[in-house]
């Protein structure tokens, strides 16, 4: 059961989070719109723009009412205004928002049940050729950057074969609709979402063939087998159902990692989601955008790791609390 302890945690992680995104334009030296916007946009501005956005922060005011009003804007849905895209950031962030999901989520469920598998097979196998290939191979792969993958899958399948698009979320201009529009985003899909994927496997991987290796050694898998269940049926049902548990948590803390390889990929493949967000703002110093970006992706993780945990507690049986014969709750069972 998820106790409160568990979500003051996560309620001082994002607390955390906003002092993070307020005070570090204010801390730097210099004019605080200045640092928010940057000398080439204050270039730009007239006289009474700047009163207006000085008024706008509350920059004429006390830091602690210069916070309120921050936390204010926020529960509005106003996160700044983006002089490089010249419309509000809420607005150009959660356009993107949900292709960096698709990317991400898409990668996770790649990367989750190849990994699962795979590390099942190798920790059944363990010091076998094939968990010893396994092994080798995906270390392998652990060892590029999500950058350099990318790279590499684009120019195979892009390039030399030229079986899959080299860049963008879907085919400008093609007026796709209905299943067409589906197809065409998931030819667009493969090659990020691979790319993404495969350098995330290890944690996976080594996370399911060490357990398995571990819940070998316990006295119900020897059980199953003095009954004369198939090797599969042991394997599977009894000692892999068991290994994914940790895979379930493994998935939260990947998540952030995902994300953050994602801004790598999307810039490879010019993908339309927060990374190319972040590459755009950079060129043009965007800071309110980068604020956003930078909000809406830990926050995002917050919550993801939060749904995890809750999910875990109530999946694993062991982690529940027990009840006693006279009907007092107990701790849980681990």
Same mark, same amino acid.
């Given at each position: ?9 996560? =309620? ?117 050729? /094939? ?49 067409? =529009? ?8 493969? $090659? ?13 991987? $080594? ?38 548990? *940790? ?7 990947? !998540? ?7 801004? !790598?990929?999307?810039?490879? !493949?010019?993908?339309?989601? =927060? ?12 800071? *309110? ?16 790791? =939060? ?17 006693? /014969? /006279? ?8």
């Amino acid at each position: 059961m998820f106790r409160l302890r568990d979500s003051a945690n996560y =309620l001082a992680a994002f607390l955390i989070i906003l002092a993070v995104n307020f005070f570090l334009p204010r801390l730097m030296p210099g004019d605080p719109l200045t640092a928010i916007y940057g000398e080439e946009a204050l270039v730009h501005m007239t006289p009474d723009a700047q009163e207006e956005l000085i008024q706008r922060f509350a920059l004429d005011r006390s830091l602690g009412e210069q916070f309120l009003e921050y936390c204010s804007a926020l529960l509005r849905g106003d996160l700044g205004y983006s002089y490089y895209f010249n419309d509000t950031v809420s607005a150009v962030v959660f356009r993107a928002v949900p292709w960096t999901l698709l990317l991400v989520g898409t990668a996770i469920l790649i990367s989750a049940l190849a990994g699962s598998i795979a590390g099942m097979e190798s920790g059944w196998r363990r010091g076998k050729r /094939t968990d010893r290939a396994l092994l080798a191979g995906i270390m392998f792969l652990e060892g590029f950057p999500d950058f350099f993958i990318g790279m590499i899958m684009l120019i195979v399948f892009g390039v030399v074969l030229k079986v899959l698009p080299l860049a963008g979320a879907m085919t400008p201009y093609a007026g796709y609709t209905g299943l067409a =529009l589906v197809q065409d985003i998931l030819r667009h899909l493969i $090659l990020p979402a691979s790319s993404l994927a495969l350098v995330n496997l290890g944690g996976t991987f $080594l996370l399911a063939r060490n357990t398995m290796v571990s819940i070998l050694g316990e006295s119900y898998i020897f059980t199953a087998r003095a009954k004369g269940l198939r090797e599969r049926v042991v394997s599977y049902r009894h000692a892999g159902r068991n290994s994914l548990f *940790p895979v379930i948590t493994h998935i939260g803390i990947q !998540f952030g990692r995902m994300v953050t390889g994602a801004l !790598f990929i999307e810039t490879v !493949f010019s993908y339309p989601g =927060l990374g190319l967000l972040i590459q755009k703002g950079l060129q043009a110093r965007d800071y *309110p955008l980068l604020q956003g970006v930078f909000l809406v992706v830990t926050v995002t993780v917050l919550v993801t790791n =939060l749904f995890v945990e809750v999910l875990y507690k109530k999946i694993d049986p062991r982690l529940r609390p027990c009840i006693s /014969t /006279t009907g007092r709750k107990l701790e849980t069972t681990v």
